[in-house]
Nanobody
């Protein structure tokens, strides 16, 4: 079992930066890819970015490429999402997620169905 708790959301203005954190506990990272998703009312959950267990692979949605950066601490107990040049359309609830353990340490995916653990989400609101 893995527990994920997001923090760092809030209200910012367009052009500002914000860093989200996701505290990971339980049967932590071992072999698990981690990702960030977001969701707005009435829409499906949208993939933002993911990082492999090895840290060698990252991938980003086109909508955030060049503005958002995924990272984690060395102990692999905290996942981060650095968000720069925020836009009004970035307003959403942001979720971190973890896949099941895998032997392939470079595994990475943007498919929400492959993530089996989810946090409760943190609200990010960007005013224009």
């Amino acid at each position: 079992q893995v527990q994920l708790v997001e923090s760092g959301g809030g209200l910012v203005q367009a052009g500002d930066s914000l860093r989200l954190s996701c505290a990971v506990s339980g049967r932590t990272y071992n072999g698990r890819a981690m990702g960030w998703f977001r969701q707005t009312p009435g829409k499906e959950r949208e993939f933002i970015t993911a990082i492999s267990w090895s840290g060698l692979n990252t991938t980003y949605a086109d909508s955030v490429k060049g503005r958002f950066t995924i990272s984690r601490d060395i102990a692999k107990t905290t996942l981060y999402l650095q968000m720069n040049s925020l836009k009004a359309e970035d307003t959403a609830i942001y979720y971190c997620a973890s896949t099941a353990e895998r032997s392939a340490k470079d595994y990475i995916t943007s498919r929400a169905t492959q993530y089996i653990y989810w946090g409760q989400g943190t609200q990010v609101t960007v005013s224009s």
